[in-house]
């Protein structure tokens, strides 16, 4: 959009004043924040509605993102970048004697999702609206997003975020378009007379379920697309028989809170409900809409609309979409299931065991009697149309209820068309061996399509030094289109660009220096490599590998102080479940081992360990910047894809890295040489799996450097550990490593040495740098949105 530095200084000052009855001299910065976010819902509200028409009218097909998580950090910059008018903005605002960094600071990271699944279910909402797919996000509107995390004598302790406390600017409810869910009861089929068996219910629970649209600005187009997030309420007219406080507190209950867990299935049912919350209330809400617009006959939707399942927690749209056609709309079931599975898609996030969704036949059964009906009844048909076609055994593998359990990535791949994985080696895990027996029966229905980022809020936004440098060199149209920093690739033996790139990244390093002074207490060197490993604490990302080489270098210093090494910064950022007891444990020891160097005069600046607390989107943007290596580090196989890989790979830092899930499409775009990989591949894990001779205390009895590292743990060297220390050791000797952290050691050290030595030749370590970003390209999310909506939902962008 336009706008002129002057027109908005006029439309803030009047914000301020009518919001707030106060002005620049004397508002606060919480005030200047709502007044600016005002200003700025303001200006997109007409672009809004205009799209809306837009949609309405042309009638073109539409997706429906599901996802019980959204991560979408801070709003305020990406709008403004979005519509164009961030440096007017900027300008303006210093004019006024404003800084923007800070108004913006004010604003409460939206964090109503996890980790990886739901940051990426937030890019894609900015590539969507950004390439101009019309798909719009459908998920639950939490009171409490992710906990806070402080480290309290190097623990974590876990503090509500409540994040809705100063309102939220960017939502609007919309009472209108409530709807109500219902849950319980009893349900018996009656014919209707005209040979139908129809529904009916009673004593079922009602919950009230009211939409609140968040829209999604496009990146410099005319595309608003809306995330819809839903809240429950207590219906209006509830029967006095229901109305008493525990309905009320279990009704609010359901968006009350994000269970914090990431990667763990926990079949508690709450949860359940929640799920079929958003479900129920998105796919009623999608007919409405549907009705009211197109007048076109229900039986063709699948022509006008594509929803898609992220991960399992949404499969019940599957069941649920069933119930509407058959029961609401009379649609015959054999047509109303050719229709549901085009109009259906999924895509598989983990392949871990402990993750994977499946709910007591009984619960479901109790909580939605139904659905439940209608599982049975799709299980019962599948079975009979298979079997004597593939033979019991296939047929029995694959079946949605078994031994008494729902499961429910089963009911997603049979009832949708298409299945992927989120990397290429992901995808083939999941053909090859996870979900084998599904590829056999449905071989056209697996993909993959590898994940991406939103690189607008992964440079353009948290890196404006480095951005500056690549509009400097190659011009600015790899701000529109990634695939453009390839024009780098020329100035490789450039000595000034590299300089330049260099001198940005030394920027950045003392701008988290500066932070890490600040918020730790502690002075780090600006020179020394910073060595970064920020995502969930799980065992399976092996944060403990990284944890046992700091540990072998610490020793090394202390047998010989004067060791010739780079001096590095290990920094750590990571939050644990709440209930995950081991995690807990890791962050504990990482803070113990971290006092325990940091405070050694002997190793004074040659390392530093670093746990930066509360991890969140915001710190992301602040941290990642500033990374010379990024850790990622899993064992082979584990990482369905990883997107943090990605971003410091667009941030110029080198992955230090396993052959798992994304790392290995970095490594290939990167080219030969400009990253660190190590470490079991993932048919040598298989292999192991299948020889069952993996033996970790060997490794323990036999290399005396890890012998050396493991007893610290439990003979007072770390302080403090007295609990944890021995349960870390127990896990890697007397329980056998579960994730091979001691048979990959080697290796890691290894490739930790070759990282040193290529970081002593500052011009080599930057061309390698130089390298990552110019073959960064294919690692947009705009990429990845594209795909899936050309190959699995058939949406077209606006044009
Ligand atoms: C389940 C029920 C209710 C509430 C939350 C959950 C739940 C949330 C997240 C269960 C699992 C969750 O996480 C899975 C996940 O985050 N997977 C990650 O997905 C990323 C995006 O594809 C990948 O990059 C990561 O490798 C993968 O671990």
Redesign the pocket.
């Known amino acids: 959009m336009k706008l002129s530095k002057k027109q908005f200084k006029q439309d803030f000052e009047e914000r301020l004043t009518s919001k707030f009855a106060t002005d620049i001299t004397k508002a606060g910065s919480q005030e200047k924040y709502a007044a600016l976010a005002s200003v700025v819902k303001h200006y997109y509200t007409k672009i809004w509605a205009d799209d809306n028409d837009y949609k309405d009218e042309t009638g073109k097909k539409q997706a429906y993102y599901f996802s019980?998580?959204f991560l979408p950090g801070k709003m305020l910059k990406s709008n403004l970048l979005n519509l164009g008018i961030l440096n007017t903005v900027k300008e303006a605002l210093a004019e006024l004697g404003i800084n923007l960094d800070e108004v913006a600071e004010s604003e409460p990271d939206m964090a109503i999702?996890?980790?990886?699944?739901?940051?990426?279910a937030s890019c894609f909402m900015d590539s969507l609206a950004s390439t101009g797919l019309p798909a719009n996000g459908n998920g639950i509107r939490y009171r409490y997003g992710l906990f806070k995390q402080k480290i309290i004598d190097g623990y974590q302790v876990e503090l509500p975020d409540s994040w809705l406390n100063n309102g939220n600017p960017w939502e609007v409810r919309r009472a209108d378009k409530a709807v109500e869910v219902r849950f319980g009861g009893e349900v018996w089929l009656e014919d209707d007379g005209k040979g139908n068996l129809l529904p009916h219910y009673k004593n079922q629970e009602r919950v009230l379920a009211v939409p609140y649209d968040t829209p999604m600005v496009g990146f410099e187009n005319t595309t608003v697309n809306n995330m819809c997030l839903w809240r429950s309420e207590v219906p209006q007219d509830l029967d006095p028989k229901f109305q008493n406080l525990e309905y009320m507190r279990q009704t609010s209950m359901l968006s009350a809170e994000?269970?914090p867990?990431?990667?763990?299935?926990?079949g508690r049912l709450l949860?359940l409900k929640?799920?079929y919350f958003f479900v129920s209330a998105g796919l009623q809400r999608i007919m409405r809409h549907y009705k009211s617009t197109h007048k076109k006959d229900v039986r063709n939707i699948a022509d006008y609309i594509a929803v898609h399942i992220n991960?399992t927690?949404p499969a019940l749209c599957v069941p649920e979409f069933m119930r509407i056609l058959v029961d609401e709309y009379g649609v015959g079931w054999n047509r109303a299931w050719d229709t549901t599975v085009k109009v259906m898609s999924y895509?598989n996030?983990?392949i871990?065991s402990e993750?994977l969704?499946k709910w007591p036949e009984d619960m479901v059964k109790h909580l939605l009697p139904r659905i439940y009906q209608i599982i049975v009844e799709i299980d019962r048909r599948r079975t009979a149309e298979l079997l004597p076609k593939i033979g019991a055994t296939l047929v029995h593998n694959t079946r949605i209820i078994r031994d008494g359990q729902i499961h429910m990535a089963h009911l997603s791949i049979i009832g949708s068309h298409s299945t992927n994985g989120?990397?290429k080696l992901?995808s083939d895990l999941l053909k090859d061996v996870e979900l084998h027996d599904f590829y056999e029966i449905y071989p056209e229905r697996f993909n993959n399509k590898t994940?991406g980022i939103a690189d607008r809020r992964w440079i353009q936004i948290s890196n404006e030094r480095l951005s500056g440098v690549l509009d400097e060199t190659i011009g600015t149209s790899w701000r529109h289109d990634l695939n453009d920093l390839v024009k780098l690739e020329v100035y490789k033996d450039d000595e000034s660009v590299l300089e330049c790139l260099q001198a940005a990244k030394y920027d950045d390093k003392l701008r988290l220096a500066a932070l890490i002074k600040e918020r730790n207490g502690i002075v780090v060197n600006p020179e020394a490599i910073f060595d970064v490993q920020v995502k969930?604490l799980h065992a399976y990302k092996r944060q403990l590998l990284n944890v046992l080489h700091i540990l072998k270098l610490y020793f090394e210093l202390k047998d010989e102080p004067e060791l010739d090494v780079v001096p590095r910064v290990f920094i750590f950022g990571a939050k644990a479940a709440p209930g995950y007891h081991y995690a807990k444990s890791i962050i504990k020891a990482i803070n113990e081992i971290a006092n325990m160097i940091n405070n050694d005069k002997t190793i004074a600046d040659k390392i530093k360990v670093v746990f930066m607390e509360n991890y969140n989107v915001s710190l992301a943007e602040l941290i990642i910047p500033a990374a010379n290596v990024g850790e990622q580090i899993s064992l082979a196989s584990k990482?369905?894809?990883?997107?943090s890989n990605m971003k410091f790979m667009l941030n110029g830092a080198l992955t230090m890295g396993t052959l798992d899930?994304?790392n290995i499409e970095i490594f290939e775009a990167a080219g030969e040489g400009n990253n660190f990989v190590f470490g079991l591949t993932k048919d040598e894990v298989y292999e192991y799996y299948r020889n069952g001779n993996y033996n970790a205390r060997d490794i323990y009895e036999q290399n005396p450097i890890v012998h050396r590292i493991l007893d610290s743990f439990i003979d007072g060297t770390i302080p403090n550990i007295s609990m944890e220390g021995p349960e870390i050791f127990d896990s890697l000797t007397t329980y056998n490593d579960e994730y091979f952290v001691l048979r990959d050691f080697n290796d890691y050290v290894r490739a930790q040495k070759e990282l040193e030595t290529l970081y002593r030749d500052k011009k080599a370590w930057t061309q390698a740098s130089l390298m990552n970003i110019a073959n960064v390209g294919r690692f947009s999310s705009d990429r990845t949105v594209k795909e899936y909506a050309d190959d699995i939902w058939h949406i077209k962008a606006k044009k």
């Open positions: 019980i998580e999702g996890n980790g990886g699944l739901g940051r990426l994000l269970y867990d990431d990667s763990n299935y926990d949860r929640q799920e991960d927690h895509t996030h983990t871990l993750a969704e989120v990397a992901h994940n969930r990482e369905a894809s990883g997107t899930g994304a």
